[in-house]
């Protein structure tokens, strides 16, 4: 019965997301619901089908800051993973809840955790753009220059994704413009590879190398030149060939 109760205070925090207008008599409502399931004897660290706890679902939505306090004040894990190995900080990182991360943070969530692929909340907030994140993350600690099982950081995943104003924000708090990754490439290599003349003209203003070759002997020039000769890259040609000026 715990398990049930714990389950459905996370639904009913989807339900109020979703329901009508009227936020803050929504609000109220929610405060009150989850208040009465806990004090029915749900148990706050019970886990779904996902290993998702009431917390870690909460914190995917933007503005549920006092329910998220409200779990913690009973006792909510602050760090529980599910069961991909994410915490309530990556989940409210990577859906761009900075209201949460701010909480999490304050209330002793561990910046410095990552999930089974070795990404973390930093990761998380930089591969989808969320710049603002990515600096409170940062300056709680968060190493700008982590690593995920193959070696990529938060900069390369942001350049790969076209994620600009997070690449900027990590190179202005330091990341290594040239760092490599498990098969030599850069995150010069990883905005030739996405083909996007943004990210390139972004890291090459910064003093990311265009010497620096991958494991296969490739610069990022010779990337984006395989890309822009590829026709099923076709679609986006231009983008490669307007890389591939920046790089010469």
Known sequence: MVMYIS???????????FAGTRRNEIMAGLDRATRDIIKFGADVNAKDQDGSTA????????????????????????????????????????????????????????????????????????????????????????????????????????????????????????????AVDCNGATALMAGAEAGDPSVVSILLEKGASKSILDKKGDSALAVAEKNAADPRQAAKKKMFEAAVELLK
């Open 55 to 178: 917390l870690i679902r909460t914190s995917c939505l933007s503005g549920y800051e006092k329910i998220i306090a409200l779990l913690l004040d009973r006792g909510a894990f602050i760090n529980a993973k599910d069961h991909e190995g994410r915490t309530a900080l990556m989940h409210s990182s990577m859906h761009g809840n900075a209201g949460a991360v701010r909480l999490l943070i304050a209330r002793g969530a561990d910046v410095r955790i990552c999930d089974q692929n070795g990404q973390s909340a930093l990761m998380k907030a930089a591969s989808h753009d969320y710049a603002d994140i990515v600096g409170i993350l940062v300056e709680a600690g968060a190493p700008v220059d982590s690593r995920d099982e193959f070696a990529r950081t938060p900069l390369m995943a942001a350049a790969f994704n076209g994620c600009r104003e997070s690449l900027k924000a990590l190179l202005e708090k330091g990341a290594l413009p040239d």
């Open 7 to 17: 389950i459905a205070a996370a639904f009913i925090v989807l339900f109020f997301h």
